[in-house]
């Protein structure tokens, strides 16, 4: 919507919570992998395009995408001529190199995907950049040059560019890097750098005069500035988009439920919608760590027990997504769908059948997660703890802020066994769409870690075995079908309750140009939008 090329102006993009971090080291959220592009450049990215264009891989820093050799195990990669920090000091594969080894310091930056732990061919006594400085990692990565980049994998991937998009590719150099504190002030790449950081509160960014166009062919970089203000109560920042006072709601999962009939309505702000089909899947996660949730048929009980269609309903209604049989979205090759539980109200008798199949005839207690800056989150709980107590399920409902979510409550170990959470609510969208990019990082056990998970449910040898299978094939219709299996095999061992395949209301700002939803993403490309 609305073309140009006119530069100028100031967006005004506004988000319920605080962030993850701005720090691509230490980032999983898709907003902040959206926004990032704007003051980051990886050395591959994603086409600046509508729908699935946007989903094509091209090159960023790098001149081209990668070449592979050694039957996959080996790609190589040369950076452009003439690339700039914001300080004027040029940018060099050495720093591409660092900043992938200081992102496997999962300790000290929890956010992120194990893409490049579990794939590179690191020696066995390195531990972190920071722990073992001195170990020689060029067995791993090796720059032979300041323009060459080489990484050699354990185990042939042909897909490798996938994390070469990753923000862990995005350049830091050694002698700036202050480890946690570093997203005080990100070093920029791209065309934008940070003029304010006030965590919890508001980013400013303005113009990196140091950004060449010259050496970057996807990015038009039209607004002066940027404005992003966090924080904002979910329904507040929606009537300052209606009214024109915001221009994007970063999260770009659409409108709060209490908006979505205001815009059906009214024939302007119709005009302004959008309803897109993401790659994501919002769940509740069954924990199994703590009794009685160790015993499948106490899994079992708690979904049979909850009310399908009032989750879709606490997500937004049909408009919000469709109700979900399975964790992996139909987006996603392999798909098919699962009928393994009922997806209406929910059934009570069945549910009580299961309590007494796992010894707990009368119910029993536990607690349950949500992100309390999402009003959605918390109707989803709400909706649980309603219908689980009518089969004597009782739920002690504890909210916690997006920004720590999972690096300190329900993405980490210690604390949930500790507290005795059993159920948390959950949301996935693929890294990039296919069954590797969106379940290897929620399903297999082996990328669990002291904190930062989104998997804590899913622990299962046969799950495992057939992720590895999937590594392993090299027919993508086979690999797919393999996904497919692991898919299936989740929802036997009642891991997880599905509640709504993403789809989302969203609202274009007043005044915005160049607005499209990329299929990178399923959000508007926040790299693309100028302003009038």
């Avoid at 996935?428 to 297999?444: E, M, P, V």
């Avoid at 804590?456 to 993508?476: G, H, M, N, Y």
């Avoid at 993403?502 to 299929?519: A, P």
């Amino acid at each position: 919507m609305n073309p140009s090329d006119k530069k100028g102006g100031v967006l005004k993009m506004a988000v319920t919570e605080d962030w993850d971090s701005v720090d691509p080291g230490d980032t999983y959220y898709g907003m902040s992998w959206n926004l990032l592009r704007i003051y980051a450049r990886p050395l591959v990215t994603y086409n600046p395009a509508p729908g699935a264009k946007g989903r094509e891989l091209v090159p960023d820093l790098a001149e081209s995408l990668g070449v592979s050799s050694d039957g996959s195990k080996t790609w190589t990669y040369k950076l452009r001529a003439g690339l700039k920090y914001e300080d004027g000091t040029p940018i060099t594969s050495k720093d591409v190199k660092y900043a992938v080894l200081r992102q496997l310091d999962k300790t000290t930056f929890v956010n992120g995907p194990t893409y490049f732990n579990d794939w590179l061919d690191l020696p066995k006594d390195f531990e972190s950049v920071y722990k073992t400085p001195d170990v020689n990692t060029d067995q791993a990565i090796e720059t032979p040059d300041d323009q060459t980049i080489v990484f050699h994998l354990n185990k042939a991937y042909a897909g490798f560019d996938n994390f070469a998009a990753l923000p862990a590719t995005v350049p830091i150099p050694q002698a700036k890097d202050t480890g946690i504190k570093y997203r005080d002030h990100v070093l920029a790449s791209g065309p934008y750098k940070f003029d304010k950081v006030e965590p919890g509160k508001q980013y400013t960014l303005i113009r990196n005069d140091q950004w060449d166009p010259a050496t970057d062919p996807i990015r038009k970089a039209l607004p002066d500035s940027y404005e992003i203000t966090l924080g904002v109560q979910g329904d507040d920042l929606d009537n300052r988009i209606i009214s024109g006072d915001l221009h994007v709601d970063i999260a770009g999962s659409g409108v709060q439920p209490a908006a979505i009939a205001t815009v059906q309505q009214d024939p302007e702000l119709n005009a302004r919608a959008d309803n897109p089909i993401s790659a994501r899947t919002w769940y509740v996660s069954i924990l199994n760590d703590n009794p009685p949730l160790d015993n499948i048929e106490c899994r079992k009980a708690v979904i049979y027990g909850a009310d399908r269609v009032g989750l879709q309903t606490a997500m937004g209604g049909p408009l919000a997504g469709d109700i979900a049989t399975s964790l992996m979205p139909p987006g996603i090759g392999g798909w098919k769908k699962i009928e393994t539980f009922p997806l209406g109200t929910g059934d009570e008798a069945k549910a009580k059948e299961a309590l007494t199949a796992c010894g707990q005839p009368n119910g029993f207690e536990t607690t349950m997660t949500f992100r309390s800056d999402r009003p959605r989150e918390q109707a989803v709980a709400e909706s649980m703890q309603q219908a689980l107590a009518k089969v004597g399920i009782k739920l002690t409902l504890k909210g916690f802020p997006t920004s720590e979510y999972f690096t300190a409550y329900a993405g980490k170990p210690a604390y949930t066994k500790a507290n005795g959470i059993g159920l948390a609510t959950n949301g996935w969208g693929a890294d990039w769409n296919d069954g590797f990019g969106f379940l290897s990082q929620i399903i297999d056990s082996r990328t669990i870690r002291e904190a930062g998970n989104y998997n804590l449910s899913v622990k299962d040898p046969a799950v495992d075995a057939l992720v590895d299978q999937a590594f392993a094939e090299l027919d993508t219709a086979k690999r797919d079908a393999i996904w497919g299996q692991a898919d299936a095999k989740v929802m036997e061992g009642a891991y997880v309750l599905p509640t709504v395949y993403s789809k989302g209301l969203l609202l274009r700002g007043k005044g915005v140009t160049n607005q499209f939803i990329t299929g990178a993403f399923d959000m508007y490309d926040y790299l693309a939008l100028g302003v009038e």
